[in-house]
């Protein structure tokens, strides 16, 4: 079990690396096709050792669908975050238009 722990730690390391990495700002912009080609490879990779390691059915079928939800709630973290830039983009735009909603009475 500890071994089970340790294999699936490093695999959520990696899979933040590669998720802090295509955030960080680099000299030249980030490919979004291969990001997202590397994302989903690690994500494979990472349901095959559960697979591979994991002998309990029970077990297994549970962690996958742990991973399955935790992909889902990044997924809905980042539609969130994209409303929320989108949102701040438009009231600056509002501010730097000299907007009434910005004004002191």
């Given at each position: 079990m500890r071994?089970?722990?340790r294999q699936t730690n490093s695999i959520v390391v990696v899979v933040a690396?590669?998720?802090l990495?295509?955030?960080v700002t680099p000299?030249?912009?980030p490919d979004p096709a291969?990001?997202?080609e590397e994302l989903l490879a690690s994500r494979a990779d990472e349901r095959e050792l559960v697979e591979a390691t994991v002998t309990d059915l029970t077990r297994r079928q549970r962690i996958l669908l742990l991973l399955d939800e935790r992909d889902?709630?990044?997924a809905e973290s980042v539609t969130y975050i994209r409303r929320y830039k989108t949102e701040m983009t438009r009231l600056n735009a509002e501010k730097d238009s000299g907007g009434e909603s910005y004004k002191v009475s």
């Open positions: 071994i089970y722990l690396a590669i998720w990495t295509a955030c000299s030249e912009p291969r990001i997202r889902r709630l990044i």
